[in-house]
């Protein structure tokens, strides 16, 4: 097993993800062919190409039987062809919200869809109402993450539920198709026992159980990271709650939950030294809009904003001289990479920039975003440039370009460029009554409360 450089700002589970990638051998699928790039398009119109061509991962390449989003375009964990993601199709349900509103797929197409995604959940395999990591796509079956990561996933089913409670509030028309769509995803939502989590009554919510392994996993979920959006889910649920003191004395209290300090000249109110990996400001805020939302630790607009500020600064600094970076090459977040997976930050760092770090930061750094995309697009489209939009990552100074495409990293590119344009999953996921309940509980403000 390759040992990794990897420092305090990883997740469990994107450290886990790093090993099993490094670990086991991965088989490229036959890719698409080459598309066509355009050339002088406006910026409104080079938003609209990426948006729509990365949205074919989530729609072309679902899979067959569930509709459930792939884990990547490559397989790999020697799973064969039916590894599907829980929180990348919640992404990836956020995606095609998207595409119905733009009109690429019909209202009618995409509700069918999503009801044939939702039959699939209400009988594949959960845990006290959470599900597992990966599911078996055609069978609905977990597959186990690691040997004892083979049950239940509250960040994982997390990020789903942000995503199917955006469905809920958009499919909101009275004929049969919506209706039951709206009706099963609710009874899911109702199901999860997010109470369970905290693992007897402690403060704080625990990550992953087993049926067969319990709580050996044993990894309590304190901030701050990419999971303030499952605290938000626990406080909003009606049947099975948990208190805010679990976010008060679980969340809010760690070594690393509190910052403070400045860097490249912005303030950085929580977190980790330099902000760690980009996707800590993105994952949770597809749904949960930073403008104006505060609570007594932080401004979340500041936060991720200035998070991407110092993100971008360190890539222009470029302490370490590796080939590309500058202005118009940026973006540190986890990813694949030259030698497996890895989550690089200015902290831990290695010439490997992924296209979704910058991508997904145009709600916060338009400008600094789209000197990215063009650079991606018009300079590097030729080695990057695929028919499910931008591959993973590159690193020129490796000579390396990826192959491969993460449901994680190119949902987000629509789904955050789509919130930067319109605000649309904003609105949707921040006009849930239990979501509004839930941000209250927690002593949230926000200009919508």
Not at 217 to 237: D, Q
Request: glycine share 8%; net charge neutral.
């Amino acid at each position: 097993m390759i040992k990794i450089k990897i420092n305090l700002s990883l997740t469990v589970a994107v450290l886990m993800f790093s090993i099993c990638c490094n670990a086991q051998k991965i088989k490229q699928r036959q890719q698409p062919a080459v598309v066509t790039r355009q050339v002088n398009l406006s910026d409104s119109a080079l938003l609209d190409v990426v948006q729509q061509q990365t949205f074919k991962y989530f729609w072309d390449f679902a899979h067959p039987v569930s509709g459930m989003a792939r884990e990547r375009s490559n397989v790999a964990y020697n799973y064969g062809e039916e590894v599907t993601t829980t929180g990348g199709t919640g992404f990836g349900v956020m995606a095609i919200i998207v595409a119905t509103e733009r009109k690429w797929i019909s209202r009618d197409t995409a509700a069918k869809r999503m009801l044939k995604l939702v039959n699939f959940l209400t009988k594949a395999d959960s845990y006290h109402g959470v599900f597992p990591h990966w599911l078996n796509g055609a069978t609905g079956k977990t597959i186990p993450f690691s040997r004892k990561d083979d049950g239940a996933d509250l960040v994982e089913t997390s990020y789903l539920f942000q995503g199917l409670l955006c469905v809920r509030q958009y499919f909101n028309g009275t004929n049969n198709t919506e209706t039951e769509l709206r009706n099963k995803i609710s009874w899911m939502w109702n199901d999860i026992e997010w109470n369970w989590f905290t693992k007897g009554g402690e403060e704080v919510l625990y990550w992953h159980w087993s049926p067969n392994n319990g709580w050996a996993m044993n990894f309590p979920v304190r901030g701050f990271n990419e999971c303030l959006i499952m605290y938000v889910l626990a406080a909003s649920a009606e049947l099975y709650p948990v208190t805010s003191a679990v976010y008060h004395h679980g969340w809010a209290q760690s070594i690393f939950f509190k910052n403070g300090k400045t860097f490249y000249g912005y303030k950085l109110p929580l977190g980790f030294d330099y902000g760690g990996p980009l996707f800590f400001s993105q994952y949770s805020f597809m749904g949960l809009n930073p403008h104006g939302l505060k609570d007594e630790y932080a401004d979340y607009w500041e936060q991720n904003q200035n998070h991407t500020l110092i993100n971008h600064a360190y890539c222009v600094d470029n302490p370490k001289a590796f080939k590309g970076y500058g202005e118009n090459c940026w973006g540190l977040t986890a990813s694949d990479t030259y030698d497996g997976y890895n989550a690089y930050s200015p902290t831990n760092d290695e010439g490997t920039i992924t296209p979704t770090a910058a991508l997904s930061a145009f709600p916060y750094t338009p400008e600094f975003s789209m000197k990215a995309l063009k650079h991606f697009y018009y300079d590097l489209g030729d080695k990057i440039w695929s028919p499910y939009g931008f591959t993973d990552a590159f690193n020129e100074t490796k000579n390396w370009y990826a192959q491969s495409h993460l449901a994680i990293d190119q949902g987000p590119i629509i789904v955050m460029i789509e919130n930067y344009r319109s605000g649309l999953l904003w609105k949707l996921f921040m006009g849930c009554p239990e979501i509004k309940q839930g941000l209250k509980k927690l002593g949230f403000t926000e200009p919508a409360l």
